[in-house]
Nanobody, 123 residues
Framework: QVQLVESGGGLVQSGGSLRLSCASS????????MGWYRQAPGKQRELVVS???????TYADSVKGRFTISRDVAANTVYLQMNSLKPEDTAVYYC?????????????????WGQGTQVTVSS
């Protein structure tokens, strides 16, 4: 069973920065895709950024130019650098990993989530 552990959340003033970390219990090379999602109170969970194993990184329009995802393969860790934070970025941020296991004719998708880390941006 894969475990994803987020850290780095906290309280920051508008315009400030935070860096979230997501440590995987297994090599992140094996995932088809990793990413960060967030869920604000009363709202649905939404994609923040997705980084596939081979392909282009996709950012939500609301965070483009402010957030940057990166990977440290040796440390099995994915980071989310968040700059120019706004009050509307306040949410619980979740790390996500996705993989497909099995032969082509019988692929089984697996999705994993971390426990979430709270990010609060004060105005």
């Amino acid at each position: 069973q894969v475990q994803l552990v987020e850290s780095g959340g906290g309280l920051v003033q508008s315009g400030g920065s935070l860096r979230l970390s997501c440590a995987s219990s297994r090599s992140i090379f094996r995932f088809n895709r990793m990413g960060w999602y967030r869920q604000a109170p009363g709202k649905q969970r939404e994609l923040v950024v997705s980084i596939p194993a081979g392909g282009s990184i996709t950012y939500a329009d609301s965070v483009k130019g402010r957030f940057t995802i990166s990977r440290d393969v040796a440390a099995n860790t994915v980071y989310l650098q968040m700059n120019s934070l706004k009050p509307e970025d306040t949410a619980v941020y979740y790390c996500n990993a996705y993989e497909e296991i099995g032969p082509v004719e019988r692929i089984v998708p697996h999705e994993y989530w971390g426990q979430g880390t709270q990010v609060t941006v004060s105005s």
